[in-house]
Structure formats: structure tokens, C-alpha cells
């Protein structure tokens, strides 16, 4: 959010603090990961409209990393489950268990009940747990035995999930992907970004433990203390909520969201909440940007990450060799999208 030194008069203290508010977050994620600033953008939109976020990408790309130092960023509460096969959505939610001292059953909350959940490779867990997670993801509520739980404000889902790796896997479907209000995809780092991050991973040592000694990892050299509160995000909340959007902006979106469902190489295309989605995160990229409204690029850097893993192809368009990315940066630029846009996420 960059405000120049010579507008600062004339910007009201609040808008001042959002911005020092959302730098010092960028500023500490940036301590500890080298680049990524497209996922640092993302999350931040996430978090300030309260929609669930799906990072997809190799391994090896920082995402754990990355949603950590987020979550430590910001006094809020963080939590990491590591999906897997055998898990049970007892193990997300919660159960009841018997209290052998008094022969009743008490309710155990599980990790869900946090500000920030991590869902790591939230593809290797069945269907069931999913569906688990989806449901408390939408209704922020949580049902354990005849008990219904509130699920505490503000309540994120970031998953992770490798797009490479099927063995062993459980692909979301659509339905369960429209829960998702972004799904971003990391790209490799640049061979600048890469080359700090090696000099860096060569400076973190060694600490000694016991009678021997550990290799530090970025793990172990993030800060933990938190540089904004969560007053300071319900700011930056109620912020995005005051951002204007003009009746022109909403008819793009209208016929962005029209064009996917009568396209004709795309078998299904956008829901309602599409159009929901883009104009929450518009608002949120505008305020971060340092707006007070939004403006076509908004709509068209943010349309990959809402609208791609909410549509399919059909048949014929597959068979063609065509790309959901492809259909969609053709009907962009179609809609007055320039090369520069189209595509490029930031």
C-alpha cells in the first residue's frame, strides 16, 4: 500500500494506519520468505473478506512456510493439520469422549477451533473429511454429538494441495473447489529469488541441544512477535467494506460470470458466488493497493485465482487440447483485458 510522503496530510489517520498496518505484515513475511509477493497479496485479500484460500503448487515452494509467518504476523490464533488417508473428521472437529470420573461424556473441541487453519495437502484426505471441513468452512459452525459449536471470528482455511502428485490422492471436486473464494498456483522463484534464498539457507547454523546440535531451518528463524493485532485486521476488514464500487465495475463482473456459462467450451461455468467472490477481493486488492475504489485491473488480475477452479471444460475443448487458463485469458482479452493482465496475478 504505498502512500507518498507529500498525500499523507491529506489522507485520514485510518487509511494511514491500514497501510502501515498491511506493510509491517509484508514487511515481516518478507524476513523470513524470499519473494512470493502474488501468494503475500492473496492471503492478505483472504484474510480481510474472511474467504478460504486453496494454494496450489510443488513441493518445496514455501507454502507451510509461508502461512506461518503469516499467522505469527498477526496476534490470532494458528493451527496445522497435516492431512492424510487415515484421518477421521473426529480429528479435524472434535468428539465426545467418557469422563471415567464422573461416567459422562465430555466434548473435546478439535483444531478447527482457531483464527487460522492450515490444511496441508487437503487432497491426500478422504472424501468424508473433506466434506468435513467444506461443511464447517461454509456454515462456520461445527455439530459434535448434540452439541453445535460457533467456530471463533475470525476463522480462516488455508489448504495447501500438490497438483502434480496422484498417487494416494483425492481430488476436490467442483462443488467443494466453489467453497474455495481464491485458489492461487505458485510459480517457481526467479533465478534472483532463488540464489537469496540459498544465501540465506547457508547463514541459519546450528544450535546445540542436549549433548549434540540441530540445523536451524526458516522455521526456527521467523520473529514471533506479531507486528498488527487483531484489531488491526478487523480495521482492515471493516476497511474493504467501505471500498466503492461503481454500478460499471459490477456490470463487468456480471458479464465476466455470464460468459463462463455460455462459452462454448466450458461445460460448467461460474456460480453466483463467483461473482460474490471477485468483487470481495477487488475491494480488498483495492484497499491494499491503496485505493479507495476499484478498477478493471482488479477484475482482471484476480479473475484466474476466482474463476479457474470453478470452471470445466467440456469434451470437445479437451480433446482440442485446449486449458481452462487458455479459454479464460481469451475471453479477458476478448473483454478489453491487456497482454500485461491477462494472466499475470499481481
Given at each position: 500500500m504505498n502512500i507518498s510522503a507529500?498525500?499523507?496530510?491529506?489522507?485520514?489517520?485510518?487509511?494511514?494506519k491500514n497501510a502501515r498496518f498491511i506493510q509491517a505484515v509484508r514487511d515481516q513475511v518478507a524476513t523470513v520468505v524470499v519473494g512470493q509477493d502474488q501468494v503475500v497479496e492473496?492471503?492478505?485479500i483472504s484474510l480481510f473478506t474472511g474467504g478460504h484460500i486453496l494454494l496450489q503448487g510443488v513441493p518445496g515452494l514455501a507454502k507451510t512456510l509461508l502461512v506461518s509467518v503469516l499467522s505469527k504476523s498477526i496476534d490470532l490464533d494458528f493451527s496445522r493439520i497435516q492431512f492424510t488417508i487415515d484421518l477421521l473428521p473426529s480429528d479435524i472437529l472434535g468428539s465426545q469422549i467418557l469422563d471415567q470420573k464422573t461416567n459422562e461424556f465430555v466434548t473435546r473441541t478439535g483444531p478447527i477451533f482457531t483464527n487460522l487453519l492450515l490444511a496441508d495437502e487437503i487432497n491426500r484426505a478422504a472424501p468424508k473429511v473433506q466434506g468435513a471441513l467444506l461443511e464447517a468452512m461454509q456454515e462456520r459452525k461445527v455439530t459434535i454429538g448434540n452439541e453445535t459449536f460457533s467456530l471463533p471470528a475470525p476463522f480462516?482455511?488455508?489448504?495447501?494441495?500438490?497438483?502434480?502428485?496422484?498417487?494416494?490422492?483425492f481430488e476436490l471436486p467442483e462443488a467443494q473447489l466453489d467453497r474455495f473464494m481464491l485458489c492461487h498456483r505458485l510459480d517457481y522463484p526467479d533465478p534472483s529469488e532463488e540464489r537469496e534464498v540459498l544465501k540465506r539457507n547457508m547463514k541459519l547454523g546450528i544450535r546445540k541441544e542436549d549433548r549434540g546440535a540441530v540445523v536451524n531451518t526458516e522455521f526456527d528463524v521467523m520473529q514471533q512477535q506479531p507486528v498488527g493485532s487483531a484489531d488491526d485486521l478487523v480495521n482492515c476488514m471493516q476497511a474493504v467494506n467501505e471500498i466503492h464500487v461503481s454500478d460499471t465495475f459490477v456490470e463487468h463482473v456480471i458479464e465476466v460470470i455470464n460468459r463462463t456459462r455460455n462459452h462454448p467450451n466450458i461445460e460448467l461455468g461460474c456460480s453466483p458466488r463467483a461473482g460474490i467472490a471477485l468483487i470481495k477481493s477487488s475491494r480488498a486488492r483495492a484497499l491494499i493497493q491503496g485505493r479507495s475504489y476499484?478498477?478493471?485491473?482488479?477484475?482482471?488480475?484476480?479473475?484466474?485465482?476466482?474463476?479457474?477452479?470453478r470452471i470445466r471444460l467440456n469434451y470437445e475443448a479437451l480433446a482440442d487440447g485446449l486449458t481452462g487458463k487458455g479459454v479464460l485469458q481469451d475471453m479477458l482479452r476478448d473483454l478489453g483485458a491487456t497482454p500485461s493482465l491477462v494472466g499475470r496475478g499481481a
Open positions: 507529500a498525500s499523507q496530510n491529506e489522507v485520514p489517520e485510518e487509511v494511514l492473496r492471503l492478505l480462516l482455511v488455508i489448504a495447501t494441495q500438490n497438483p502434480v502428485e496422484q498417487a494416494g490422492t476499484v478498477i478493471p485491473e482488479d477484475l482482471f488480475v484476480l479473475a484466474e485465482d476466482v474463476i479457474l477452479h
